[in-house]
């Protein structure tokens, strides 16, 4: 009896870090858990391999600019319609950039440089005399 309790409590001990053990990364990074059950656009492996982190410092937001909190999955923030629309608009800009092929050339960061709204117009020469530009 006395042996079977030590056992038992072995057994227990060896087996609490399991089931204390945190979810694995790669469900983490899926926020959520589980497999993708709303990609019209990217691919699963695209966004394995870190493409909203990307977004995240392309643009200087944090993931709930574009996302819902808590359900990544829901296409109820307007923002993440249209950065699902600028992720093809910057795919189909790749595809019929004039130099070389198969290179990406326009990412989100080409044109947002970490701001949500890019800016279009240069900004103005420093004053005669000022700094000069690099
Ligand atoms: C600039 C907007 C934007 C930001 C910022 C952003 N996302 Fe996304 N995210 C999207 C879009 C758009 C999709 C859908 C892509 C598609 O339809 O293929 C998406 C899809 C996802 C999905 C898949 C959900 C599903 O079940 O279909 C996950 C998970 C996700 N994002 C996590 C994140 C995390 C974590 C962050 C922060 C690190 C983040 N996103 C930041 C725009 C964004
Ligand atoms: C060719 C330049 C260009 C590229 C590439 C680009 N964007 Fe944009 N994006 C813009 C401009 C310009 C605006 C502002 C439009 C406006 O003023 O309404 C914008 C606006 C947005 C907005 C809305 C911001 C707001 O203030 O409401 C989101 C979200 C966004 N872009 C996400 C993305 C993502 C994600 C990518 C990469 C997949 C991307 N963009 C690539 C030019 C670009």
New binding site residues.
């Given amino acids: 009896m006395l042996v079977s309790m030590r056992f038992l409590a072995t057994m227990l001990l060896v087996l609490m870090p399991l089931c204390a053990q945190d979810t694995p990364p790669e469900q983490r990074?899926?926020?959520?858990g589980?497999?993708?059950?709303?990609?019209?656009?990217?691919?699963p492996e695209?966004?394995q391999a870190g493409?909203?982190?990307q977004?995240?410092l392309?643009?200087g937001?944090?993931?709930?600019?574009?996302?819902v909190r808590g359900d990544?999955?829901s296409?109820d923030n307007p923002?993440?319609?249209?950065?699902?629309s600028?992720?093809t608009m910057a795919h189909d800009i790749n595809a019929k950039f004039p130099v070389a092929e198969g290179k990406v050339y326009v990412t989100?960061f080409t044109c947002h440089r970490g701001k949500?709204t890019p800016e279009t117009v240069a900004p103005a020469p420093p004053p005669a005399g000022g700094p000069q530009p690099q």
């Fill in positions: 990074k899926g926020g959520g589980g497999p993708p059950k709303n990609l019209k656009v990217l691919t695209q966004l493409i909203m982190q977004f995240r392309a643009l937001v944090q993931c709930n600019y574009c996302h990544n999955a296409d923002k993440k319609i249209v950065a699902r600028m992720i989100c949500a």
